[in-house]
């Protein structure tokens, strides 16, 4: 499973920004797709995630500012995140957890940089 983000950038306080992530491969046993975030010298954090059948998850924290989706293709999920802040800046991933039958597996994207600043 290979994953590709895009959609990041810089941003003003208050901005939104929608960030796109297309997974390729062997998607069948692909359970969840999400994002995840993470800032110099912190672990990387939950941010939401969507299951194959379009269960959502978005952390407490995040709740009415980010949303997350999915194409009809489960292949793409999007980030939409709104009235963005300074504490939204860091790197956002694309995480891919997947079961082949054999074993549990996660894959990561490259990342995507969210900066919030003024």
């Known amino acids: 499973v290979q994953l590709v983000e895009s959609g990041g950038g810089s941003v003003q306080p208050g901005g939104s920004l929608r960030l796109s992530c297309v997974a390729s491969?062997?998607?069948?046993?692909?359970?969840?797709l999400g994002w995840y975030r993470q800032t110099p010298g912190k672990e990387r954090e939950l941010v939401a995630d969507?299951?194959?059948?379009?269960?959502?998850t978005v952390v407490d924290s995040l709740k009415g500012r980010f949303t997350i989706s999915g194409n009809n293709a489960k292949d793409t999920v999007y980030l939409q995140m709104n009235s963005l802040k300074p504490e939204d800046t860091a790197v956002y991933y694309c995480?891919?957890?997947?079961?082949?039958?054999?074993?549990?597996?996660?894959?990561w994207g490259q990342g995507t940089q969210v900066t919030v600043s003024s």
């Open positions: 491969g062997t998607l069948s046993g692909v359970n969840t």
């Open positions: 995480r891919a957890d997947v079961y082949d039958h054999v074993e549990f597996k996660i894959y």
């Open positions: 969507i299951t194959k059948v379009g269960t959502t």
